[in-house]
């Protein structure tokens, strides 16, 4: 049974969306979770789909935000220069590929340049328009990347589709005002309004004044 979707932009979400980044995320963040005695489910639980620098926040809570920001440039840099095992999620080169004469970005809370090594390490192409950390006041769960991305492309956030695996951003996604795919394992549980287990199960058909996302 097939589900088609009338859109005119795609927004996606990377880690998780487009790569598969969790082995290196996870170990870093675990890495860094020991020596603060942290639960390691509530860390895990946290870390995808924020800034990092929000996900300490919220571990701890009373720490200065100042040693936030220092420790998560870090952890970026880490992160830019570890990618090893960082591959892309099946069916993720074969949708950038259809959507390349249509609005689409990819909103993610990495920055550029973590952005462009794991787009790298998974050999997939960036996109033309990309919102990344830099370009926010507010991290996911808050809507600002998605908006801020439906305004640059020029279309209204409710002809706008949005693809996330994380709880924060498929959140971002529906406070938008978005249709949202949830993808991968955990996605169901946020409560998006379709999920598939990857993304062989899309496919992108031109229709009228944009396309349609069918979900097979």
């Known amino acids: 049974m097939t589900t088609t979707i009338t859109a ?23 890495e860094w979770a020991e020596p ?30 100042v040693i936030n920001r220092e420790e998560n440039q870090r952890m970026l840099t880490r992160e830019s220069a570890e990618t090893d095992g960082v591959v892309a999620i099946p069916g993720a080169a074969e949708l950038l590929r259809s959507l390349q004469d249509m609005p689409h970005a990819i909103v993610t809370s990495a920055d550029v340049a973590l952005m462009t090594a794991r787009m790298g390490a998974a050999r997939l192409p960036l996109t033309e328009l990309a919102i990344t950390a830099e370009r926010v006041s507010h991290s996911k769960p808050h809507p600002e990347g998605f908006l801020l991305a439906a305004s640059a492309l020029g279309i209204d956030p409710a002809d706008c ?17 978005m249709i949202v795919i949830g993808v991968g394992p955990h996605a169901p549980s946020f409560t998006p309004a379709h999920h598939v287990d990857d993304l062989t199960q899309i496919e992108i058909v031109p229709a ?8 097979s």
Not at 15 to 26: H, I, K, Q
Not at 42 to 64: C, F, N, Y
Not at 161 to 177: M, R, Y
């Open 8 to 30: 005119r932009a795609v927004l996606l979400d990377m880690d998780g969306t487009l790569v598969d980044s969790t082995a290196v995320v996870e170990r870093l963040w675990l």
């Open 36 to 65: 603060h005695g942290l639960d390691r489910d509530t860390v895990l639980k946290t870390v995808h789909g924020r800034q990092g620098w929000q996900s300490m926040a919220i571990l701890l809570p009373e720490r200065d935000p």
């Open 161 to 177: 589709v949005v693809f996330e695996d994380s709880g924060a951003g498929i959140q971002a996604g529906i406070d938008a005002g």
């Open 208 to 215: 009228g004044e944009g396309f349609e996302i069918r979900i």
